[in-house]
């Protein structure tokens, strides 16, 4: 069997493993044994558990990412750039949820070598949102200029701040859609329920219309 | 110097060095030169590095969710108890940066006894976020069929979905904005962020206006 073949049936065994037992609690004779392979030969191929482990969350990282980028096609407007991310997004995380838990628990824990790549890979989705919002916030703008009733630009922190709330709002309705039993819905669903929040508020406030805590009781 | 003072400086030590070097690389050393107690009083008072750092999740997860508590009147309308709820989240994660780091990335990390003690109390959040929709949503729902033009009670699983999508994106915020160097954003400026586009969506959905796909570009 080609090298390459037995280091993906190893990945795929670790990021089994690592997601149900947590890093600490896996064991490499429990990896070795699910992919089939001598512990000696895993440990040939991908050095220690600690290695592995990086491995899988590169491994995990550029595959949701590669997922995303795949289906936004950059030419589109912004909400349909949002909408077409959000579905893969939900559609990857809930087609490899054990990639998924390793991802977004056990490779948060701070100080560890492996929490950078989480994230930088979490850092880029929120680049490629931030963008997207900034890129909606200036043609609101400009709009709202020609019209003369203008919005004005939306600061840049607060673009960033939303930017912010709405990876961590995918992050945790993966977790939650992943963790459900009986009625799983699916990664359109869970994108609508996102879309059906948020994009009617942030294209209220791309035209300068806030919430505002005085006006409501 | 009585045994509770001391046993808090030896936490308010422990919070600050767990955040700044992750459960791990942690020292207790370091800790009890912070807290400038000796070695083996830190493990006589907390017994050993990991019940410290349990002990430490415990009491930042309680003061948390006492701060929220205590702002929010439970007689108060679900808008009013949502903005100041997360004020309330905001101020405090603000003020306790290394409480609420050490809550946030080192305490997820799967199959770790403290795992659960912080997935308790994040279920707890979601809990108080999930009755506040479903009520505000059974409002709604009450007032449609007065109005004979209803909207319809939202299901269970989606408000379910929307307090998960809430809670991670006040999650995420709150790791924004004590990331943030230069122009910190008040608590009240951060919560207003979340506000304006969460609450505008929310209420549009449960007077049954959806964003749909179909409609937009």
Redesign the interface.
Known sequence: MPREVRERQMLDAAVEVF?R??????SMDEIAELAGASKPLVYLYLNSKEDLFSACIRREATALMEAVRAAVDPA??A??RL?SGLRAFFAHTAEHPAGW?VLS??A?????PF?VVVAELRQEIVDLVTRLLAETADGAAAAGERDAGGAGALPG??V???A??????????A???ND?TG?V?TAKE?A???????????E??MNG???T?SA??
């Open positions: 997601a037992r947590g890093y600490r609690a896996a589109a407007p909400e349909s909408w838990a628990c056990q948060r824990t701070h100080g560890e929490a922190h607060e960033s701040g939303l912010h709330a709405l990876v961590g709002a995918a992050e945790s309705l977790g939650w859609a459900r009625a819905p869970t609508a329920t996102l879309m059906n929040v948020a994009w009617v508020g942030l209220n406030l219309q806030r919430w805590a409501r009781p």
